[in-house]
């Protein structure tokens, strides 16, 4: 069945009843939340000014609550996103609002009960101790959508930052109201002004880690520099902290890898999608080593413990990145891997030739070495021959409906076929009702005949 993009209905007690997780949705800029209501249109981040603090604190109260008067509020700060009331830390105790002036605040909402956000609090977690560690000014705020008390209270001692108190349902729902939060995780970063420096940083933590503070699109920009620098000098002996892995009884050189076709592995052990995997992957490289290919794997473990690395180890037939976190961490980073297992292939220049290895081996097999854009397109037209040979629609064993031959060119795409449960690509039987979708190799008339001539 083609997978589409996940949508989930969300229950946010501060912003609605239900609310659909909406991945690309954009944030105003805090000083235009009411010019924002009336204009933004979805895609759009409000970066400038265009009125007053007003808007947001219309929607929390009166902003001469505690004796701050209007004209105060309005001069931006902490105050002016949180305009009356305390904080509450992990354990409980109260947390003053002068305590995080002049910081750059990063508003994080989020609920336990996502696993998104299960995932990218420690992400944020290691960014903010390191940020704290060397005193760059940060703060987080976190914004609960949990459910209730109990689930806010258990999420909220995992983390090392105050919160607004579960129970002020007004000012959560104003700050969500006022970010149009949607999705979650969500972190809005404000400067210490007030005002919306970056409308979501959640993929700039996970992409760069502490070094994206304070989030501007100037160091943003920087950073994005510094990346294609590096890529533009990418050599293999580079790309590694140490000047060797791990062979199955010795330690195998780093340079003794140079001009060869190198796979990355990011895998971890008891992780069912990688067990599958390997046991592809250690096939399709034991044929590769039988046609004497200058082809080697190496294992960058995911793994959180030691135990499950030297498991994991004792499951690979290639090489491996010694245990040691820092390094395979690096690692992920420097290709944003989000998900494992992850097949990243280096090619003899050292230079990336695609990180979609896991994808092309699923696709291709051991055909789809070296894993050039040349050896890609060429399997792809001999897919468009080979295609020729099968009827155009059939009557499949395993669906009530129809099936229509489709394309990559007329509404084909990626998939995972319904027979084999393989993961497929561009040509396929599919059945438009029902999004029903097989290869055409595993094509099967009712009757058990082959669709067609292909393999």
């Known amino acids: 069945m083609r997978r589409r993009p996940p949508f989930i209905h969300l229950f946010i007690p501060v912003v609605a009843r239900e609310a659909r997780v909406a991945e690309s949705q954009r944030l105003p800029s805090l000083a235009s939340v009411a010019a924002a209501i009336r204009h933004a249109q979805a895609g759009i981040r409000?970066?400038?000014?265009?009125?007053?603090?007003?808007?947001?604190?219309?929607?929390?109260?009166?902003?001469?609550?505690?004796?701050?008067?209007?004209?105060?509020?309005?001069?931006?700060?902490?105050?002016?996103?949180?305009?009356?009331?305390?904080?509450?830390?992990?354990?409980?105790?109260?947390?003053?609002?002068?305590?995080?002036?002049?910081?750059?605040?990063?508003?994080?909402?989020?609920?336990?009960?996502?696993?998104?956000?299960?995932?990218?609090?420690?992400?944020?977690?290691?960014?903010?101790?390191?940020?704290?560690?060397?005193?760059?000014?940060?703060?987080?705020?976190?914004?609960?959508?949990?459910?209730?008390?109990?689930?806010?209270?258990r999420f909220h001692r995992g983390m090392p930052w105050p919160a607004v108190p579960f129970g002020d349902l007004r000012r959560k729902k104003g700050l969500s109201q006022a970010f149009q939060v949607e999705g979650i995780p969500r972190l809005v970063v404000l400067a210490p002004d007030g005002e919306v420096v970056c409308s979501d940083a959640v993929e700039l933590v996970l992409r760069y880690g502490d070094p994206a503070f304070p989030f501007t699109p100037a160091r943003v920009a920087e950073l994005e520099a510094d990346e294609q620098r590096k890529f533009a000098s990418q050599t293999l002996e580079k790309l590694f902290s140490i000047s060797y892995v791990n062979g199955s009884n010795d330690q195998v050189p780093i340079s003794s890898l140079v001009g060869k076709t190198v796979g990355l592995y990011f895998s971890a052990h008891g992780c069912a999608p990688c067990v599958k995997f390997t046991a592809r992957l250690a096939a399709i490289y034991g044929n590769l080593k039988g046609k004497s290919e200058d082809f080697e794997v190496v294992y960058i473990p995911m793994d959180k413990e030691e135990d499950g690395y030297l498991r994991s180890c004792g499951d690979m037939p290639w090489l491996?990145?010694?245990?040691?976190?820092?390094?395979?961490?690096?690692?992920?980073?420097?290709?944003?891997?989000?998900?494992?297992?992850?097949?990243?292939?280096?090619?003899?220049?050292?230079?990336?030739?695609?990180?979609?290895?896991?994808?092309?081996?699923?696709?291709?097999?051991?055909?789809?070495?070296?894993?050039?854009?040349?050896?890609?397109?060429?399997?792809?037209?001999?897919?468009?021959e080979e295609a020729k040979g099968y009827a155009p629609s059939l009557l499949h064993a395993g669906h009530r409906h129809e099936l229509s031959i489709v394309s990559g060119k007329s509404g084909g795409g990626p998939y995972i076929c319904c027979e084999c449960d393989e993961q497929g690509f561009g040509w396929a039987y599919q059945c438009i009702a029902c999004g029903y979708e097989i290869h055409l190799r595993c094509g099967r008339n009712v009757d058990g005949g082959s669709a067609g001539t292909g393999p």
């Open 46 to 153: 409000h970066r400038e000014s265009a009125g007053s603090i007003k808007g947001y604190l219309n929607m929390v109260g009166d902003p001469e609550v505690d004796g701050a008067p209007e004209t105060e509020m309005e001069t931006g700060g902490v105050r002016s996103v949180l305009p009356f009331g305390s904080l509450v830390s992990p354990s409980g105790d109260e947390v003053q609002l002068p305590e995080l002036e002049g910081k750059v605040i990063g508003l994080y909402f989020a609920a336990n009960w996502y696993p998104r956000c299960e995932a990218f609090t420690p992400a944020l977690a290691a960014a903010y101790h390191q940020l704290r560690d060397r005193g760059a000014g940060f703060e987080v705020v976190f914004v609960s959508c949990d459910e209730d008390a109990p689930s806010f209270e």
């Open 320 to 384: 491996a990145l010694p245990y040691d976190g820092a390094s395979s961490r690096a690692l992920a980073r420097y290709f944003d891997v989000r998900e494992i297992p992850t097949l990243v292939v280096i090619g003899p220049d050292g230079k990336t030739v695609t990180r979609e290895g896991r994808y092309l081996v699923n696709l291709y097999f051991d055909m789809a070495f070296p894993f050039t854009d040349e050896q890609i397109r060429m399997l792809q037209e001999l897919e468009d």
